[in-house]
């Protein structure tokens, strides 16, 4: 089904023209689409990629998991002690009155199990890790106890019995899920992963992401800039971008306006990668071969989206040769590029590679200052986020916040997010703010 009319059966509230795969001139159209539907309708289109390959645990940080990692063992493997102390039978304890017991000579270390028996009023040293020795239920913390020569005395109702003792397969029971599929592998997982003892997991093939900018006005640094050129910068920012999120790259440099070239070049992504990301060539002014061509090669949706910066964006699915790549053709303004990256691409690439969707962790941060804002689209300003001397986050927008002005996103460390719905906040107010550490 085209990806347009799937979307207008997903929200038939809005105006089709705006989604059309290919309108007269849909960009024209008066109404704008709603960053979520935006964002919804990308997700309801995608279908993840579903390669899967094996990869030792050393090379997993980063890839997904195409399957549920199952314990084979019982972790921990055995009841043992989480302290240094003394082992002992928890009924001999007492809420009234000391306790007191005669250690036996020897101590229980960690990865040394204790094969002999301690009877009633009898305890024995043990480290923390060490294996519980058999019918001892509690550990008495080594500094809860007054030891003199071989006795050992617990003041009363210090200690409960069980206390103190790690259970067997307390962590995670033999059979049990310990990472799920759709698992984005962070380090803790790894080393999970380890305790089962497992040395390789299955993962998604990595996401081959194909990157250009179009542009007759854009030259790669390293190039003398005739006049009215300017560097490209989007190619950098969004490789950036892309290599956090730890997909494979093939950067196919710069396309000019021009028809053939950008055929080509798309049909080189579409035959090397599983989705295309392109600046510029997609706002208004531009030439309408972009939106013809595209339209040819596949299924596009190009929408005016209800938000700033980053309004004109197209989303589809690409054919050529028997293959297909999902396009995201983002704005060629440097600011809009980024931004609608990290509001449409970012979620959805991960999704694409298997992931299972984390929402993004946001902050709630006092504005320093008033931020003018209208109702009906989503906005996106450039912020400095810091701690008050009150321990509250603050934000401070970076000055001026046109489309193109790249240092004032370099100086952020923050996006601040202005709800579709909300209007103007007062300084002081409470904002919604994406973290760039927490997009990366
Ligand atoms: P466009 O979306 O192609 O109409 O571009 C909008 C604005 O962004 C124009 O001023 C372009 O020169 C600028 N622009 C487009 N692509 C890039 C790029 N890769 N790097 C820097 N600026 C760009
Ligand atoms: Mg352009």
Known sequence: MAVGRRIATLFPHIDTQDMSDLGPSPLVSGQELHVRAA???????LRPITDTMTVPLEG???????????SPI??????????????LHGAALSADVPTVLQALPSTVFAGAPYGGQVAAGECIRIMTGAVMPEGLDTVVPIELCRVDGHSVSIAPSVLRAGENRRKRGEDLARGGVALPAGRLLRPADLGLAASLGLQTVQVFRPLRVALFSTGDELRTPGQPLEP???????????LGAL???????????LVPDDPVALQRTMERAIAEADAV?????????????????????????FWKVAMRPGRPFAFGELKHGGRSAWLFALPGNPVAALVTFYAFAREALLALGGATPNPLVTLQARSLAPLRKRPG??????????????????????????AGILRSLSQANALVVLAHEQGSVAAGEPVTVWLFDGLV
Do not use: F
């Open 39 to 45: 964002r919804e309708a990308i997700h309801a289109a």
């Open 74 to 87: 019982d972790v921990p493997a055995h009841d043992n002690s989480a302290m240094d102390g003394y082992a």
């Open 377 to 402: 689209r989503t906005e996106y300003q450039r912020g400095i986020v810091s701690r008050a001397d009150d321990g509250h986050w603050q934000v401070q927008i970076t000055g001026a916040q046109g």
């Open 243 to 253: 290599q956090r999120l730890g997909v494979e790259i093939l950067d196919l440099g």
């Open 60 to 70: 997993a940080l980063g890839r997904v998991l195409a399957a549920d990692v199952v």
């Open 277 to 301: 990301v392109t600046s510029g060539g997609v706002s208004m002014g531009d030439a309408d071969y972009t939106r013809d061509l595209l339209a040819k090669m596949g299924e596009v949706a």
């Open 228 to 238: 009215g050129c300017i560097y490209d910068s989007n190619r950098y920012s969004l």
